[in-house]
């Protein structure tokens, strides 16, 4: 029997994977426009990973610098900063993965902001109102952009950020997001190790 969590997971993958091949028939032009109109923001803090299992790690916001990303006054404004909670960073297709640009952790800082929105959504968080699956798309967009845009970030391109957009927009990423699964998160205990830990610093 699948769990909840592979099932979201799967439909995630069924997503991405179906955005890719509808991408295949798009001109750069749709890549471009997008990138185009995508504001930047201000991103900083540590993103810190606390590794549960394979494909499977616990985010743990920094007591003292916690991942930050501030949208721009042309986006409406706001502050995300995401708390503690499980991610898998970007639901990639295994044979995908050997692509430079695919990594699920290539756009580390916007695939955990992203997940936080799912987060707040499924689990009804304080803000969850405010965002819906295309402003969520949107958000994850700002941040890659805003990676992308740092001249010692030497990764991604234009189309990769637009496929990506609209994967987390297809049909199996709403239902993931409307599925209001709210996953438990482990107070101590065996499944975390707690000496495997992943950080990355932003300005």
């Known amino acids: 029997m699948i769990s909840a969590k592979s099932s979201r997971i799967i439909r995630l993958i069924m997503a991405l994977t179906m955005a890719v091949l509808v991408g295949a028939l798009l001109t750069s032009c749709g890549a471009s426009r997008h990138y185009a109109k995508t504001e930047t923001g201000k991103l900083s803090g540590d993103l810190e990973l606390r590794w549960a299992k394979p494909d499977r790690f616990l985010f743990i ?24 909670m499980y991610t898998d960073g970007g639901s990639i297709p295994r044979p995908l993965r050997a692509l430079r640009n695919y990594s ?8 955990v902001v ?19 699956l295309k402003e969520a798309a949107v958000v994850m ?63």
């Open 61 to 84: 916001p920094s007591e003292t610098r916690p991942l930050t990303f501030v949208r721009s006054e042309e986006s409406g404004g706001g502050t995300i900063i995401p708390g503690t």
């Open 104 to 111: 699920p952790w290539g756009y580390a800082s916007a695939f």
């Open 141 to 203: 967009s700002e941040v890659m952009k805003t990676m992308m845009e740092d001249p010692s970030f030497d990764y991604g391109d234009k189309q990769t950020l637009y496929l990506m957009y609209l994967a987390v927009q297809t049909t199996p990423a709403k239902s993931a997001w409307d599925d209001k699964r709210c996953n438990q998160l482990p107070v101590g205990g065996d499944e975390i190790r707690w000496d495997a830990v992943i950080q990355i610093s932003f300005n």
């Open 114 to 132: 992203h997940d936080w929105l799912f987060h707040m959504q499924d689990c009804e968080l304080p803000g969850y109102e405010d965002y819906s």
